[in-house]
């Protein structure tokens, strides 16, 4: 069975810093890989997804993400980051055959400082 | 547009009871999905349906059971609610369970905060 790692369960930034969140899979076929955003009190909205092509995905808000197959990671970034960027990101992967049935990581929660 | 709707949104049970917790989608998605979210876990998916008069057990499936009831709708229900179950509830759908590229994405409703005491 495949799983995902989110190595960071809360990240503290003050505004303008750069963020970079970690995710490494565990599956050795072909996978989708999408990160969700959920802000405070709402439901999960995607981010930014990776199914082939170019391996840097750039997604809504500023964000972006690398697929690294070599290091089964998908590590998302953003390099200047907003009071409104605060909410919970969640990395996701799909295998090939069953794309959209995701495996969700543990998340990790970003509070930014104004 | 509505996207994916769950009722209800809130609901405080007693272990033992039982209820259902309904989700409807207005996108012509072929696949629903029902997930659980809890503090640390992430989500977790408890059943599955890829089309329409098909339903599977995903990673967390044991306490619970589903229909889907036609394309549009697909119920969980909790015949015997244990305070295990206490969690937030997520409904979900996309295009097909392979659909990738523009039209591989999940879409999810607000959610279900359920409390089992």
């Known amino acids: 069975a495949q799983s995902v790692s989110q190595h960071n369960h809360h990240v503290i930034l003050s505004e303008a810093a750069s963020l970079e969140l970690g995710c490494n899979y565990s599956?050795?076929?072909?996978?989708?890989l999408f990160w969700y955003v959920q802000y405070p009190g709402q439901h999960l909205q995607l981010l930014l997804k990776?199914?082939?092509?170019?391996?840097l995905v750039k997604g809504i808000k500023g964000f972006e993400a690398e697929f690294i197959k070599s290091k089964f990671s998908f590590n998302l970034r953003k390099p200047s980051v907003q009071w409104s960027d605060t909410a919970e990101y969640f990395c996701a992967v799909g295998s090939g055959a069953a794309g959209n049935k995701l495996t969700f990581g543990g998340g990790t929660r970003v509070l930014v400082k104004p | 547009n509505a996207g994916v709707t769950q009722t209800p949104k809130f609901q405080v049970l007693k272990t033992g009871q039982s209820m259902t917790l309904q989700c409807a989608q207005d996108m012509n998605h072929n696949s629903m999905y029902w997930y659980r979210q809890d503090p640390g876990m992430g989500l977790r998916l408890i059943y599955y349906s890829a089309s329409e008069g098909t339903t599977d057990k995903g990673e967390v499936p044991n306490g619970y059971n589903v229909s889907r009831l036609n394309k549009r709708e697909f119920s969980l229900r909790l015949e015997s609610a244990a305070p295990s179950q206490t969690s937030v509830y997520f409904c979900a759908s996309s295009e097909a369970l392979r659909a990738s590229g523009i039209n591989g994405e999940l879409f999810f409703g607000e959610g279900s905060r359920l409390t089992v005491l």
């Open positions: 599956y050795g076929g072909t996978v989708n």
């Open positions: 990776y199914f082939s092509g170019d391996p």
